[in-house]
């Protein structure tokens, strides 16, 4: 008889401890769940600021070329802006407050044309989830081009 009650006793103690792991599966449930946001977040975040990057360096790349193409140097700088305006809207225009700087170019046959593109893009969407991972509501891009000017143009 002592055979079985000690078994009675073993079977008493795994049915508890069974028992006290009931519950668990939902806690583990939404721990992958949150998990698995924070990571697609983060997927998202990154592939939006690649995006914004490329926007950004299209952008000046196109105000470069056609502002090189120009050869009044005022009506480049138009030509240039309405580029890189263009350039974001084709590609969706994720990159907003777009700036388009020629500082040192040097509109003469033989020099170059250097557009600076400055825009910001809004990660807003991410809502508190993006926030509480440590995403910036927004993020600002700079982007850099050199174009040259042919020497013989006409």
Do not use: W
Request: proline content about 3%.
């Amino acid at each position: 008889m002592i055979p079985q009650a000690q078994d009675s006793r073993t079977f008493l103690m795994h049915a508890r401890k069974v028992r006290d792991e009931r519950g668990s599966a939902g806690i583990e449930l939404l721990i992958t769940a949150t998990a698995s946001m924070a990571l697609v977040l983060i997927v998202v975040a990154a592939g939006r600021t690649v995006d914004g990057k490329a926007q950004a360096n299209d952008a000046a790349y196109a105000a470069a070329r056609a502002a090189s193409l120009v050869s009044d140097s005022a009506q480049a700088v138009t030509v240039g802006r309405r580029a890189a305006a263009d350039a974001l809207a084709e590609r969706g225009k994720s990159c907003q407050n777009l700036m388009v700087s020629f500082a040192g170019s040097d509109f003469n046959p033989g020099g170059q044309v250097i557009a600076e593109v400055r825009c910001t893009m809004s990660l807003a969407d991410t809502g508190s989830l993006g926030r509480a991972l440590g995403l910036k509501p927004s993020t600002a891009f700079s982007e850099r081009a050199v174009v040259p000017i042919e020497n013989y143009r006409d």
